[in-house]
């Protein structure tokens, strides 16, 4: 699976924007597709989830009510929607999946998943 992340940049504290990530490739056996972010000197750290059966979604307390995740079945592509953007958002934003099953108790390890996107930088200024 590739995946193709777009849809970052610079934007005002309070904004918004929409990350989206594409994916190409064998996506039939994948559970879902999340995102993950990464600040300079600081390690990656979970964003927010999505599984493909069921839909259910999952989101790190920082972003809880702020930002949305979402899908288009027919495009392959996961979509994440930022609203109220703080600085301490800023940082480089990876879609990432996994082929198989993914454990809800291990669905913000970055070290699960297993095919990652190259990454899209967000800056919010203040």
């Known amino acids: 699976v590739q995946l193709q992340a777009s849809g970052g940049g610079l934007v005002q504290a309070g904004g918004s924007l929409r990350l989206s990530c594409a994916a190409s490739?064998?996506?039939?056996?994948?559970?879902?597709m999340g995102w993950f972010r990464q600040a300079p000197g600081k390690e990656r750290e979970f964003v927010a989830v999505e599984r493909w059966s069921g839909g259910t979604t999952y989101y790190a307390d920082s972003v809880k009510g702020r930002f949305t995740i979402s899908r288009d079945n027919a495009k392959n592509t996961v979509y994440l929607q930022m609203n109220r953007l703080k600085p301490e958002d800023t940082a480089v934003y990876y879609c990432?999946?996994?082929?198989?099953?993914?454990?809800?108790?291990?669905?913000?390890?970055?070290?699960?998943?297993?095919?990652w996107g190259q990454g899209t930088q967000l800056t919010v200024s203040s």
């Open positions: 490739g064998r996506t039939s056996s994948r559970s879902g």
């Open positions: 990432a999946t996994r082929n198989g099953r993914i454990v809800t108790s291990s669905i913000n390890r970055a070290e699960v998943y297993d095919s």
